[in-house]
């Protein structure tokens, strides 16, 4: 099996693939316009934020598993995946320590003027006086969005620092947000009128798609932090590049939407010329402990899938089919024996849709259960059942959908 790395993975994950019998094709250094034409041969494509377009997948025709090495899969076109059966899998949590690190460095940096004290440092400017100025952190309320893993990790961390949190997520319960020592706000404006610094660690979506909008931009307080390792297109970013250039709030930001998709080069960004905004090079990710993490986590995925034929978080499954019916054949375990309860249900014009084969201690026997788009009539389920030297029973059940 080829697998096609567009992105850097640490050399163990490398040999981990090499020790699976796997062909490596190692591109650390590739965009999205040199995957567009197509990976060649490989059947699995790695990327971690290298763009994986409509184009590249209709243009790789041996391709059957692309891995997110990391948790967001905005940079996969999971459409287009999906039209072409290919699966779609992510690493989850596996760097969600390293993203709560950096968020805290961002905190710490705004209130303390870290990089601007160590530029003029770096210059020979000795400015004492006016670095004496932070705040301080203990006391001030953190508001956080999305308590999946990374904001869980910051929660911990804001709290090991005496700072309160409220937080707003689409599935916080108020025993979930106990559990977790936060408030549970309504809604995202009422957590930005509430908090000093507000951070932002939801998953980018069409319905978090400028969640963060312009007015809960204005509803943070004067002098408020603003905190976005996410990703930029939960935030309208007009309305960010507003605030900040008033010089209210100030902020820290691992993501920002001109961020360029090459791995080095020259670069501009209009929040160049502001300097009430730190911004890193997305790296939120990039420690050595969550790169190892990931890269083994996929590693996992690729040997779960050649050695298994199974594909660990499967991302672009069909949650739930609408098949309304499922036959149950319970059969003798010999060839041919699916084939024909499938010609049965093909005469009937009914489509089988997810299908599962079991097999029985001893190996004589299996169950076969099939989801079905219509309901066979008697007669199908009677043609079925007469097979007797192959079929030991079969059962129309409804499903629950
Ligand atoms: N800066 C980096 O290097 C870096 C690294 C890792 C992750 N990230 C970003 O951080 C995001 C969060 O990562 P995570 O590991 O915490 O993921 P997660 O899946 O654990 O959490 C995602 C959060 O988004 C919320 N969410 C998802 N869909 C939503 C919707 N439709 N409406 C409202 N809320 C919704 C979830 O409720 C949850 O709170 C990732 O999706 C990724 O974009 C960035
Ligand atoms: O791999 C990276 O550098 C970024 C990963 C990060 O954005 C993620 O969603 O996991």
């Known amino acids: 099996m080829i697998v096609y790395l567009a992105d850097k993975l640490p050399e163990a994950a490398l040999k981990e693939l090499g020790s699976l019998g796997c062909e490596v094709e190692n591109h650390p250094d590739a965009t999205s316009s040199d995957i567009a034409n197509g990976i060649g041969k490989a059947m699995v494509l790695v990327v971690r934020s290298t763009v994986v377009t409509k184009e590249c997948i209709n243009n790789s025709p041996n391709l059957t598993l692309i891995i997110r090495a990391g948790a967001g899969v905005n940079n996969i076109d999971l459409d287009a995946a999906s039209k072409s059966g290919i699966f779609v899998a992510n690493c989850p949590g596996q760097n969600s320590i390293a993203v709560a690190e950096l ?198 995925i690729v040997r779960g899938y050649l050695q298994e034929g199974t594909v660990r978080n499967w991302l672009n499954r069909c949650e739930k089919t609408q098949a309304p019916w499922q036959l149950i054949v319970r059969h003798f375990d010999k060839p041919g024996v699916l084939a024909n309860v499938l010609a049965e249900l093909k005469d009937a014009g009914i489509n089988a849709q997810e299908m599962e084969n079991v097999i029985f201690d001893g190996m004589k026997t299996a169950c076969c259960s099939i989801q079905l788009d219509v309901k066979p009539d008697d007669g199908v389920i009677d043609a079925i059942n007469e097979r007797h030297d192959e079929v030991i029973t079969a059962v129309l059940l409804p499903t629950r959908t």
Request: proline residues 3%; charged residues 25%; negative net charge.
């Open 103 to 300: 968020t805290m460095g961002l905190i710490l940096s705004l209130d303390r003027f870290l990089p601007d004290n160590v530029i003029d440092f770096r210059s020979g400017n000795w400015k004492k006086a006016v670095y004496s100025k932070a705040d301080g952190l203990y006391g001030k309320t953190l508001g956080i969005i999305g308590t999946g893993q990374i904001g869980t990790e910051v929660i911990r961390r804001a709290r090991a620092f005496g700072m309160p949190v409220v937080a707003w997520s689409r599935s916080l319960t108020p025993e979930k947000a106990e559990q977790l020592d936060v408030t549970c706000a309504a809604s995202v404006k009422e957590v930005a009128s509430q908090c000093d610094i507000l951070s932002i660690h939801l998953a980018m979506s069409p319905e978090t798609k400028s969640l963060i909008s312009s007015d809960v931009l204005s509803g943070l307080k004067d002098g408020a932090f603003f905190i976005n390792t996410a990703r930029a297109e939960v935030v309208d970013e007009e309305a960010l590049y507003r605030e900040l250039n008033s010089g209210r709030i100030r902020a820290g930001l691992d993501v920002f939407s001109d961020e360029p998709e090459f791995k080095k080069g020259e670069f501009t960004s209009r929040f160049q010329k502001l300097d009430n905004v730190y911004i890193t090079h997305h790296i939120g990710a990039s420690t050595k402990q969550a790169q190892m993490a990931v890269a083994m986590d996929a590693v996992d």
